[in-house]
Structure formats: C-alpha cells, structure tokens
C-alpha cells in the first residue's frame, strides 16, 4: 500500500519561504509527483510536477519562478521549497504521485496548512 507522508507548512510572514516534504512509503518503480494545493472554500490548483528522474518539472503560471519542486529517491522524498510568500499562498497543500504510464494521480498526502500572514 502506497502512503504518502507529508512534513513542513505553518505560519510565515509574507516574503518568507518555507519547504514542504513528502515521504513516499511502498512506493512503485517509478512514479512522477506533483504539488497541489487548495485555498478554502475555493478549488484544487496545480502547483508543480516532477518526473520520476528529476529531469522534468512544470509549474503554474501563479508559483512559477518563486516555487521550486524537486526529489530525492534515494530516500523517497519529495519537496517543495516555496520563496516570496504572499498571503494569496495560503491553503492546504498536498503531495501526490501517480504511476508513471498513467495520468490519474492515484495516491495522496493527508494536506498540510500552510498560512502567509503577518
């Protein structure tokens, strides 16, 4: 069975940054992840994807060139380090990772809040 477990957020001033962890558990062969994230009341955005190998990232138009999504699966983790916070960011984010020849993101974190404000 595949967990993820996510680490990080909380309370930050707007300009600050904060990374978030994801720690995959029973992990498949190869699996791309991604960051979501949702505002509440509001719906889910796509924030970022990596590929299996790290050499492939995407990003939303709303984080790109402040948000930064990378990998380690030499211990089955996977990050978001976030800069230049704006109380817009704040939502619950969530980590997810989907088999690597389908599209459905199959398997996600449990959330972690994260709140810009001063």
């Known amino acids: 069975q595949v967990q993820l477990v996510q680490s990080g957020g909380g309370l930050v001033q707007p300009g600050g940054s904060l990374t978030l962890s994801c720690e995959v558990f029973g992990a498949p062969t190869s699996y791309p992840m991604a960051w979501f994230r949702q505002p509440l009341g509001e719906k889910q955005e796509l924030l970022a994807t990596?590929?299996?190998?790290?050499?492939?990232?995407t990003y939303a138009d709303s984080v790109r060139g402040r948000f930064t999504i990378s990998r380690d699966n030499a211990n089955n983790m996977c990050f978001l380090q976030m800069d230049n916070l704006t109380p817009e960011d704040t939502a619950e984010y969530f980590c997810a990772a989907r088999r690597d020849n389908e599209n459905v993101w199959l398997w996600w974190g449990r959330g972690t809040q994260v709140t810009v404000s001063s």
């Open positions: 990596i590929s299996w190998a790290g050499g492939s990232t």
